[in-house]
């Protein structure tokens, strides 16, 4: 079955970088577009970044510049290099995965970011 595995997130101070990774299995990786998500106690699930299966990018406003996506599809794996955290960062991370009708995610991943 489809699974979608993230790593890499932890408790870090304010400042400091974490890369996240998310180990895709079950799927032909390369036609899936992926995208990060987050979702911070008590608000709504939002998009972090995407990027689709030709390598095109996208960023929400307040990540850009401090957050990349890439992908290796020769590792079924997509990451997140998160520099220059901020407390409003923290939040559980999850990797999503996306193609014509199929829509996977991961079961997430903790980032919190002290002041």
């Known amino acids: 079955q489809v699974q979608l595995v993230e790593s890499g997130g932890g408790l870090v101070p304010a400042g400091a970088s974490l890369r996240l990774s998310c180990a895709a299995s079950g799927l032909p990786f390369g036609p899936y577009d992926m995208a990060w998500y987050r979702q911070a106690p008590g608000k709504q699930r939002e998009l972090v970044a995407g990027i689709t299966s030709a390598g095109n990018t996208n960023y929400q406003d307040s990540v850009r510049g401090r957050f990349t996506i890439s992908r290796d599809n020769a590792k079924n794996t997509v990451y997140l290099q998160m520099n220059s955290l901020m407390p409003e960062d923290t939040a559980v991370y999850y990797c999503?995965?996306?193609?014509?009708?199929?829509?996977?995610w991961g079961q997430g991943t903790q980032v919190t970011v002290s002041s």
């Open positions: 999503r995965a996306r193609f014509s009708g199929y829509l996977y």
